[in-house]
């Protein structure tokens, strides 16, 4: 692993603060210094890379992945990909997570038991390309609610899109089993989902499996995420100290008072662009503008947008990411969620960066060695050509991003026009 110095950049360190002309200097897997200004490391025995003004900021983290979800238009099409070739497309999906710049990533659900597993072994042990990961477990319901993709003629739980569970030794027996299989997250369906013809307001699972899954999660030391837009699945996550909480659309001001209240401990990630495009972007494949309106999207993106305005006002972290991978909302068009935030949730281009940049190391758990720019952290860092303070849309484009590096190896190497091919040079 060669040591790396990117010169002649403007550092955007993640923390919030305003950018400045510097230099990093890389070695081995972690940022070993920074410095104001050019010219003030040593160059001996580096790679030297001139950044020519472009951005260096930290790797983005996306909070709400599926890698399995394969850029189809329903839950049932996902399902019924064979297990074979559904490892090979979730190992190409987390390449093109890495190359537009996701560095790490948090499993939100897989469509089959070890999928997401099987991916983060695979990009830990160098296997194959991806953004440093967190697996999930499949989605778990209870009969009824969304994720039951059984029919009355074929009953069969077995080839369900979640994992159905009844009572709470049902769920302790399909926790269990999940953290046998090595998931960092065990995934539960609180609320409904208008696509899947449940609503969204409608809350399914009692508070009794929810303890019982709870419990078992935190005795093998690992967390728990919800798909929850109901205000009621909201106050379920916090009263049961479920950490990732995906959605939160309907949270009322009492799940709001709760949140805050205990805002150190949870994270909210939205999936602001689910709601965007079902309402305005998926008539090609049969939801137009009116039938997303008769289903329910269009009131819960406009409550929505009040319920995260409020949220981000109460200091609560709100992160980017969220269900990519339908036909309308594709994986590798994450970067979306950004400029999401400012023009729907208020946030400034600044606030959408730290989301995606700071609170995606504490999400990741690592918030002291990733999401900045700091000394002592882990070299995951993109080099942009621009200022996506100025335009955050350019992190949507694969060409303004230069370089990814991830622990201190580029995955994408630096190119600049001009430069004859020659992307860096060696002193």
Request: some cysteine; charged content about 25%.
């Amino acid at each position: 692993m060669a040591n790396v110095l990117f010169t002649n950049v403007r550092i955007l360190d993640g923390s919030g603060s305003p950018a400045y002309a510097g230099e990093v200097l890389i070695q081995g897997d972690r940022i070993s210094r920074l410095a104001r200004g050019n010219r003030a490391l040593p160059l001996t025995g580096v790679t030297v890379v001139d950044g020519r003004g472009a951005t260096l900021m930290p790797g983005m983290v996306e909070a709400h992945t599926h890698f399995s979800w394969n850029d189809q238009p329903g839950l049932g099409d996902i399902q019924r990909m064979p297990t074979e070739e559904h490892i090979l497309w979730c190992a190409h999906i987390a390449k093109r997570y890495l190359d537009m710049g996701w560095t790490s990533c948090i499993g939100a659900a897989t469509a089959k038991p070890r999928l997401d597993v099987v991916i983060r072994n695979a990009i830990d042990s160098g296997m194959i390309p991806g953004p440093r990961y967190l697996a999930a477990s499949q989605e778990i319901t209870v009969p009824g609610g969304l994720g039951d993709e059984t029919l009355p003629h074929l009953p069969f739980p077995e080839f369900s899109f979640g994992a159905i569970v009844n009572g709470p030794e049902g769920m302790r027996r399909t926790v269990r089993q999940f953290l046998k299989y090595g998931v960092d997250t065990i995934k539960l369906n609180l609320s409904g989902e208008y696509i899947a013809g449940i609503p969204a307001e409608f809350t399914p699972m009692t508070d009794a499996e929810i303890a019982m899954a709870v419990a078992e999660a935190h005795r093998r030391g690992k967390r728990v995420a919800a798909h929850a837009r109901s205000a009621e699945s909201v106050k379920q996550c916090v009263r049961h100290g479920i950490e990732i909480i995906f959605h939160a659309s309907f949270a009322d001001e009492e799940a709001l008072d709760l949140l805050e209240a205990a805002k150190d401990r949870h994270f909210v990630a939205p999936g602001i662009a689910w709601l965007i495009n079902t309402s305005y972007h998926a008539a090609e494949w049969g939801i137009t503008p009116e039938a997303a309106a008769t289903m329910g999207y269009h009131r819960e993106l406009e409550v929505a947008c009040e319920t995260l305005k409020k949220m981000h006002r109460r200091g609560i972290r709100i992160l980017p990411g969220g269900d990519y991978g339908f036909a309308w909302i594709k994986h590798g068009t994450n970067a979306k969620d950004l400029e999401y935030f400012v023009k729907y949730l208020g946030f400034t281009p600044m606030e959408a960066l730290v989301a995606a940049t700071r609170y995606g190391g504490e999400i990741m758990m690592r918030g002291r060695e990733l999401g900045q720019v700091k000394e002592g952290y882990l070299a995951d860092l993109l080099l942009v050509d621009g200022d996506p303070v100025a335009d955050i849309r350019i992190l949507q484009d694969a060409k303004r991003l230069l370089a990814v590096m991830k622990d201190g190896r580029f995955v994408k190497e630096p190119e600049f026009a001009g430069s004859a091919g020659r992307r860096l040079s060696v002193a």
